[in-house]
């Protein structure tokens, strides 16, 4: 099948959870036969030079939110899905591609697939008690209950407006249906839920013995959903009674100086920055998250991958599909400082606890495979090609009369090409070649 990604950023894997994703499914997808089109919005995100699986078109006008569904770049999305022949177009980003998703005149063949790679209240459930947690004064949370209120206002209306209009509607996990069904009252009857992919592949020789009395965070050092602080805290607590042990984090953010001031006067705290993480799982012997949400947590199947055992606050409904509590790793309620640090000394002072929930924890994984989650995608690929589409704005359009005149056109090319236009539409690219612009050929 032809199948088109779409996200606002280039799908860079050492750029993010979703890039990463993308490209682990892009290369599977390739691998079984199916042919890949990235469509982007930021020709700039791409970060270092990396070397794409498929060719990538940019949209016309490289704009962010809402001002990037221009009637222009839905035209140009039109003609791509038949000029590119598109069987199925996988959008990585639900709240970005509303209007685009709802306005565009879609030839009767493409399926089109949301996915929400957070969860459906995108932590809101959470947000006032953070707040009094950090802020008990009246006026701070005020502010807090209206913003609160005013988000799942705008939720309720860009899912009302978009899941109708899809095929299928993609989360990380069943258990949001709840939290889905308190903004959006509509029929669920295309949502569905397929896990991301574990980054690393399957391990068979993991030495748990030889592992170092390590904890380790791995992610961006954000204020408003990591909370690396509370780490920091929690270490605090602890550090004086495990001499033998420290405290690696791994990862950059604009949270690193707070969290270097609030470290200073600790012990056996190294802050790595941002590095290649395999190394460090297979070290540490336990990972450490203390977020406020997530929507999946790749950095939990990538450390049970190598037997190193997660902990963390059971904050957002995917936490249970991945991790046991006792048996795959430790759950937490959330937000218990208290809590946590009592289980965490569990884990730190008992080897055979850890070494048994390692062991549990590299066989649990497995099933997050590509190969088992591509077997999920295709599944739903087939399904969809096979039934007959119930899309209620998608009319059948005839072969784009406007052709490669036009400008979208395929070439092979191994270099990056900035959004040069040809007549206003971007040609596709390959690799980036240090900033110099190609024209396409």
Same mark, same amino acid.
């Given at each position: ?144 209950? !209206? ?8 939720? !309720? ?53 030889? !592992? ?154 497995? /099933? ?14 087939? /399904?969809? !090609? ?7 704005? /998608? ?47």
């Amino acid at each position: 099948m032809n199948i088109l990604f779409m996200y606002s950023k280039m799908f860079n894997p050492t750029m993010g959870g979703i890039e990463r994703v993308t490209d682990l499914l892009c290369r599977e997808f390739k691998r079984r036969g199916h042919s890949i089109t990235y469509l982007n919005n930021d020709p700039d995100s791409g970060g270092n030079d990396y070397t794409y699986p498929a060719p990538v078109y940019f949209f016309p006008d490289n704009r962010t939110g809402n001002d990037a569904e221009t009637q222009r770049n839905i035209d140009f999305y039109n003609r791509l899905l038949v000029e590119c022949d598109i069987d199925i177009v996988i959008n990585q980003d639900l709240l970005f591609y509303e209007k685009i998703i709802t306005s565009a005149t879609i030839p009767t063949k493409t399926k089109i697939i949301s996915v929400l790679h957070s969860n459906p209240l995108y932590n809101l459930n959470n947000c006032i008690r953070t707040t009094l947690a950090r802020n008990t004064k009246l006026i701070p949370l005020l502010r807090e209950l !209206k913003w609160t209120y005013d988000k799942r206002q705008v939720l !309720k209306g860009i899912y009302s407006r978009t899941i109708p209009c899809l095929n299928a509607f993609c989360m990380l996990s069943m258990s949001y249906l709840p939290e889905l069904k308190k903004v959006y009252t509509g029929s669920t009857s295309n949502v569905i839920a397929i896990a991301n992919p574990n980054t690393f592949a399957i391990q068979n020789n993991i030495d748990i013995s030889i !592992k170092k009395k390590q904890l380790l965070y791995v992610g961006r050092l954000d204020p408003h959903q990591k909370r690396v602080d509370r780490l920091i805290t929690i270490w605090r607590y602890i550090y004086n009674d495990f001499k033998d042990w420290e405290l690696v984090i791994l990862g950059e953010g604009p949270q690193l100086n707070e969290l270097q001031q609030m470290a200073s006067k600790l012990e056996r705290v190294t802050f790595a920055g941002r590095q290649n993480s395999e190394p460090y799982y297979r070290d540490a012997s336990i990972l450490c998250l203390t977020s406020d949400y997530e929507g999946w947590g790749m950095v939990l199947t990538e450390a049970m991958t190598f037997g190193t055992v997660p902990i963390l606050f059971n904050s957002y409904g995917a936490a249970k599909d991945i991790v046991h509590d006792g048996t795959t790793g430790m759950l937490v309620k959330p937000f218990s400082i208290k809590q946590y640090v009592k289980k965490l000394r569990q884990l730190m002072n008992n080897a055979n606890l850890r070494t048994r929930m390692a062991q549990n924890a590299i066989e649990y994984v497995k /099933r997050y495979d590509i190969s088992n989650i591509a077997d999920r995608w295709e599944e739903l690929f087939n /399904r969809l !090609k096979s039934s007959v589409s119930e899309y209620p704005y /998608r009319e059948a359009t005839d072969k784009c009369t406007h052709g490669r005149a036009q400008g979208i056109h395929e070439h092979e090319c191994d270099h990056t090409v900035k959004p040069d236009n040809n007549n206003g539409i971007p040609y596709p690219i390959g690799k980036r070649c240090h900033g110099v612009k190609h024209i396409g050929r």
